[in-house]
Nanobody, 115 residues
Framework: QVQLAESGGGLVQAGGSLRLSCAAS????????MRWYRQTPGKQRELVAS???????NYADSVEGRFTISRDNAKNTVYLQMNSLKPEDTAVYYC?????????WGQGTQVTVSS
């Protein structure tokens, strides 16, 4: 079992920044990829960014150049630095990982960007 605990969401004005954190605990040796997804009401959850254990990253086109995903393997934590935030970035952000063929999600953290 893996537990994921997110933190760092909140309310910010357009153009501002936030940093999300996701701490993993439990059977963490099975974890490789870690990802951030986001979801708004009535829409499907969308992939925002991903990072492998080795540090290879990928981003959605909508956040490329503004968001940075990173991880600290010693702390079993993944981060999402979000800069130049836009109102359309408003969503619940979820941490995701897969280990031993099981998918794990965090509880989600709300990010609200005001115009």
């Amino acid at each position: 079992q893996v537990q994921l605990a997110e933190s760092g969401g909140g309310l910010v004005q357009a153009g501002g920044s936030l940093r999300l954190s996701c701490a993993a605990s439990g059977s963490i040796n099975s974890i490789n990829d870690m990802r951030w997804y986001r979801q708004t009401p009535g829409k499907q959850r969308e992939l925002v960014a991903s990072i492998t254990r080795g540090g290879t990253t990928n981003y959605a086109d909508s956040v490329e150049g503004r968001f940075t995903i990173s991880r600290d393997n010693a702390k079993n934590t993944v981060y999402l630095q979000m800069n130049s935030l836009k109102p359309e970035d408003t969503a619940v952000y979820y941490c995701y990982t897969i280990g031993a063929m099981t998918v794990y999600w965090g509880q989600g953290t709300q990010v609200t960007v005001s115009s």
